[in-house]
């Protein structure tokens, strides 16, 4: 194509142009797919948020049960799109060569054990948590069968 620039000269800007169109697509795609992971979970937030606030019926269990269950949505979706965002840092050093990504995959995949794992501190505090919930639970039986 350089030997004769004045009738190749046009195929070569569009080549490169169309590897740039390409290229934006690529990113444009990229961005768009992790943009969808924080609108699911920042909606089920917001919309949590809002229904918080309305006033219930204490006999009415199942619209407090509708906001837990959207809550447990959110935390689900925010989760998933924080491990998708860990994900993204290995797959972002692959552009440096493998050796980098190897070791991001070694350094994350240690960060995550320690995430998914309960430390004697995080399990007394949700025991603690559960048997402070069973006591309330029994006292209002309690004063229900009263």
Known sequence: MMTDPLKNGVLVVQTIRNNIMASTLLATTAITLSSLISVFSIRYYAHVSFLGTVPTWKDNKE???????NLNRGSLFWSLGLRAFYVSFPLFLWIFGPIPMFI????????????????SFTQNLHSHSIRQVTK?????????LS
């Open 63 to 69: 619209s407090i049960e509708y906001v837990a269950r």
């Open 136 to 144: 309330t639970d029994d006292v209002e039986l309690a004063a229900d």
């Open 104 to 119: 991001c995959c070694c350094v994350m995949s240690c960060i995550l054990y320690f995430l998914d794992t309960t430390s």
